[in-house]
């Protein structure tokens, strides 16, 4: 083999078909307080998770440092926090997200930088992530099939 087929070029991905859909992605919402949403953290086993509106919308992202800076007092941990404080109190809002047409490229990018990318519709409804996971997959994926051709250069 001596050139790369057009199904196998990563430039042809879009970020919809590498998403993880919605409804397999763990969230937690603006008003929970954070001990409900360390709870998800910590039993879905993930570092930071979205964070949406009673709408589904995307509104930002939360992660188990943050929460757990909250607790932190002079002199002891200020367990109390966790249920006075909301999530939307403490998230981190300044994300960049991508809508499902983004392609792969435009993810690669990002992904330099954090660990998942929010993939929301024209108006602000959360469709998926696209996770550093997935793109290096595809990559390695891509290397591998080609590999013939990378030979050749
Ligand atoms: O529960 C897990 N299952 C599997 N199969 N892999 C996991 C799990 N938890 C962590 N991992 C692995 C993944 O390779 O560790 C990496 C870092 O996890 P993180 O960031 O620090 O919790 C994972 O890399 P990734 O798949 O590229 O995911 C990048 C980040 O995307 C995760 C997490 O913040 C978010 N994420 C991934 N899948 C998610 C999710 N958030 C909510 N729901 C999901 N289904």
Not at 89 to 100: Q, R
Not at 115 to 144: P, W
């Amino acid at each position: 083999m001596d050139f790369i087929k057009q199904e196998d070029a990563l430039y042809y991905l879009t970020a919809e078909d590498i998403m993880i859909s919605s409804e397999k992605v763990a969230h937690v919402q603006l008003n929970n307080p954070l001990e409900h949403a360390l709870l998800i953290l910590l039993k879905s086993g993930y570092s930071a998770v979205p964070v949406l509106d009673s709408k589904y919308r995307f509104k930002g992202t939360i992660g188990k440092g943050s929460i757990l800076n909250e607790t932190l007092g002079l002199e002891r941990f200020e367990m109390e926090n966790l249920s006075t404080k909301t999530v939307e109190s403490i998230m981190d809002t300044d994300i960049p997200c991508l809508k499902k047409s983004a392609n792969f490229f435009e993810c690669l990018k990002i992904l330099i930088d954090y660990s998942f990318i929010c993939i929301i519709d024209e108006n602000g409804f959360f469709d998926g992530i696209v996770t550093r996971r997935a793109i290096l997959k595809q990559m390695n994926q891509y290397f591998h099939v080609n590999k013939d051709v990378f030979k050749l250069l």
